[in-house]
């Protein structure tokens, strides 16, 4: 999700209805102020609140994927876990059949005494082959009886373990929730303050979220690092357009991270699903040696990406409202260059 150039200080409790009201009692209070500058000022407060709202649901929308992730991972885990189980099980009761069974017929055959069974057998010789074949049964009974004992311990323990494993998804579970009733609470703020700008008001909103820092190195076209990088950035041109939905990795919707994600993935390459963790999913370089195909992270919490194209440019996912598009690298601040 894209902020803008003019970042306001990042914080929950400021709402956009109460900085309107807060502005207009100051320009109330300074009579002195002239008519249309005080007009004019809400605008730009708007403006200013609007991009600080946008700011903190990108941070709430990288904890929802961070935290979705971690879930769909958790759910494998448990699925696997209890598969596991399942065979295990089904092993147990085999051998437990297999030791009822031999026990039964032990029981049923009496049991004598070796010496006795061997002064009463017809034939000694052949008493004593049997007598050997019962020691090596015996034997045999007693490893699957331990067999059964570590079986039975293992199975323990794989259970406690999707316990945990659920209890933890059942938290993460909670973690989503609650991050994305975050992020649709601020966009439902950032939507209302947008509705109620004139048109020339968005428009010039529109021009400031698009444009760049003029300190930075001279950047020029270069090539794609890799043939990888070459088709990763052939699939974020072919994304141009699709709106911006957060939570959404394409591939008719994306946010920031999302974009990268399944780009990378027409590549044949897997990057994780946040930003924070494609910060380090390559190698980092300086911005002045950035190159097609390389991702650029920004803000020193790493909450938004995009994709150098070359030329100063990059291609992201802004936010609500603007589609996949174009913009100067240094529409923000830039934290890091990575090359996958």
Known sequence: MGSHRRLAPTGFDKGAVAAL?????AAAALGAVPAGTAAAAPHDDARTEVDRLYEEAEQATEAYNKADEKADALREKVTTAQDRIARQQDRINTMREA???LAGAQYRAGGLDPSLALLFSDDPDDYLDKAAALDRINAHQAGQLRELQTAMRELAQERAEATRALGELERSRTAVARHKKTVERKLARARQLLNALAPAERAAFDRASRSGRTDLPALTGGVPASGRAAAALAAARSALGKPYVWGANGPSGF?????????????GVSLPRTSQAQRYAGRQVPLSQA????????????????????????????????PVRYDPVGMMPVASVTRV
């Open 21 to 25: 009201g807060l502005l207009s009692a």
């Open 255 to 267: 946010d920031c991270s999302g974009l990268m994600q399944w780009s990378y993935a027409q590549a």
């Open 99 to 101: 030791l009822g069974s």
């Open 291 to 322: 190159q097609p195909g390389d991702l650029v992270v920004y803000r020193s919490d790493a909450s938004h990406v995009g994709m150098y194209v070359g030329n100063g440019q990059v291609i992201h996912a802004p936010y609500p409202g603007a």
